[in-house]
């Protein structure tokens, strides 16, 4: 290897001495060659240097890059969540303020009905005070009753003169009730009659509630807001195993049905 790189140094001499270049050119050429690789050399590390430092941050802010576009992601998808949230609270408040509004009617409703409690109470207060009569809520509704022991002899449907006076009374005060319709209904013990006119409490119980509407409607009363129930042993108040409670058994009460507006509402399906 030696003896190759001497010849072609010898070579290389030779032949600028063949061509006439003198050594010291050659010398300077030479040098000239090698400070030109050194700068090629050094401009290209600088290169590569640089080119790796830009594939460093390129790659960095690729990187960046994702992440900004995974939050990115993530905060649409956050504010698709808010905005059904949103809209969900808006339906919310919406049926809320419904509810407040139905419990604001309810409210109305129910004051106007202790008002006219109170007011059915004291225009019988005297009736009350005798014993004639009752006034109370039964199933949520306000009901009139009276003793059949007032009205009616034992067994018997017509009405006794002192049980026409009361019903005259009570005809009186109801027919001021505007916009209420009554039902009449007419009520037994559970001991069983059977006469030639009434073969079970069934027809007793509902000839007297028929005999007590037409009185009334014959009195002031509209027919057309008067209907007449028979209940017989059914629908009793007290024990029957009693004298008192079949006493208190045998009645004809007298209801005042709710109006439209009182009924609770039937939610939309």
């Not at 002192?162 to 001991?191: C, P, W």
């Amino acid at each position: 290897m030696i003896m190759r790189s001497w010849l072609s140094a010898v070579l290389a001499s030779t032949l600028v001495v063949a061509c006439g270049v003198p050594q010291e050119k050659h010398d300077e050429a030479l040098n000239t060659i090698k400070k030109l690789k050194a700068e090629l050399s050094a401009e290209r590390k600088a290169w590569d240097e640089t080119r790796a430092e830009f594939d460093t941050k390129n790659n960095a802010l690729t990187q960046e890059n994702k992440v900004m576009k995974h939050k990115l992601v993530g905060l649409g998808q956050d504010l698709s969540k808010m905005q059904t949230e949103a809209g969900q609270m808006v339906q919310n408040l919406s049926a809320k303020e419904k509810q407040i509004v139905e419990l604001q009617k309810a409210q109305e409703a129910a004051r106007k009905r202790a008002a006219m409690y109170q007011k059915l109470v004291a225009s019988f207060q005297k009736m009350i005070d005798s014993g004639k009569l009752k006034v109370g809520i039964r199933n949520g509704r306000m009901v009139v009753q009276l003793s059949d022991k007032i009205l009616f002899d034992s067994g018997k449907a017509k009405l006794k003169k002192e049980g026409s006076a009361a019903l005259l009374d009570i005809a009186n005060v109801l027919k001021s009730i505007a916009n209420r319709n009554f039902q009449v209904a007419g009520h037994t013990d559970n001991i069983p009659i059977k006469t030639r006119r009434f073969k079970s409490n069934w027809e007793l119980s509902t000839a007297r509630a028929v005999q007590v509407v037409k009185f009334m409607a014959s009195n002031g009363m509209d027919p057309k807001r008067i209907s007449a129930a028979g209940y017989a042993e059914n629908d009793p108040v007290a024990d029957n195993a009693a004298d008192e409670g079949r006493k208190q058994n045998r009645r004809i009460e007298i209801t005042l049905m709710p109006s439209i507006d009182e009924l609770p509402k039937i939610p939309k399906t």
